[in-house]
């Protein structure tokens, strides 16, 4: 059964580094999001991505962050200078097409920021 | 912005019995609700979904009902196994497709 495969599943930095985090949805999927969870809270949405470009990002989402498919095949997430706060489970998810269609998600990335 | 609500962060459940997770919405405009399920160090996966068109969608052990007046959805599981136990999470696609989730429900079926 097809999956979305996240790397690295540990990623320990230091505060003011910059992380990639990479995902490779699932082969015919169109749509790309990435969710963060921070422990003991909510799935929270970050970004989705089709067409090559981003299409709806939350608050979360400043000028820290981007997004890219540099390959057609990886979707990654890059933070560019890490804070404390920034620690948490970040998740890939794809989705074939369409709103109606349930997000198959990644088994996700922990992020720990010292 | 709490869209999607759990007010309960756990139930604990005897093996076999009928386990109900409820879950708010604040949006009227949320036509689709999902439930996933997600077990530690793993990402959420689909469990089942209901469309705002029906109140009631079955899948085997599991059941969706939907109450769009009172805004609220419960998932109901029977009979209740081990195996179930895990963080059960309701949402609803937004605009661009993102999902609003709730704060999540951690289930404990004991043997």
């Known amino acids: 059964e097809p999956e979305v495969t996240q790397t690295p599943s540990h990623q320990v930095t230091q505060m003011g580094q910059e992380v990639i985090l990479r995902c490779v949805p699932i082969?015919?999927?169109?749509?790309f999001y990435w969710y963060r969870q921070i422990l003991g809270q909510k799935v929270e949405f970050l970004v989705s991505?089709?067409?090559?470009?981003?299409?709806?990002k939350s608050e979360i989402f400043d000028d820290q962050f981007s997004v890219e498919r540099p390959d057609g095949s990886n979707f990654t997430l890059k933070i560019r200078s890490t804070k404390l706060e920034d620690s948490a489970m970040y998740f890939c998810?794809?989705?074939?097409?369409?709103?109606?269609?349930?997000?198959?998600f990644g088994p996700g990335t922990r992020l720990t920021v010292l | 912005d709490q869209q999607v609500k759990q007010n309960s962060p756990s139930l604990s459940v005897q093996e076999g019995r009928i386990s109900i997770l409820n879950c708010d919405y604040t949006n009227s405009m949320f036509d689709y609700f999902l439930w996933y399920k997600k077990y530690p160090a793993e990402g959420p996966t689909f469990l089942i979904s209901?469309?705002?068109?029906?109140d009631k969608n079955e899948d085997g052990r599991f059941t969706v009902f939907l109450n769009k007046s009172a805004k609220h959805l419960s998932l109901h599981i029977v009979p209740s196994q081990p195996g179930d136990s895990a963080v059960y999470f309701c949402a609803a696609p937004g605009k661009g497709n993102q999902f609003y989730f709730g704060t999540g429900t951690s289930l404990t079926v004991i043997p």
């Open positions: 998810a794809s989705v074939l097409t369409g709103q109606y269609n349930e997000q198959f």
């Open positions: 082969s015919n999927h169109l749509y």
């Open positions: 991505f089709y067409n090559n470009e981003i299409s709806e």
């Open positions: 209901i469309s705002s068109i029906k």
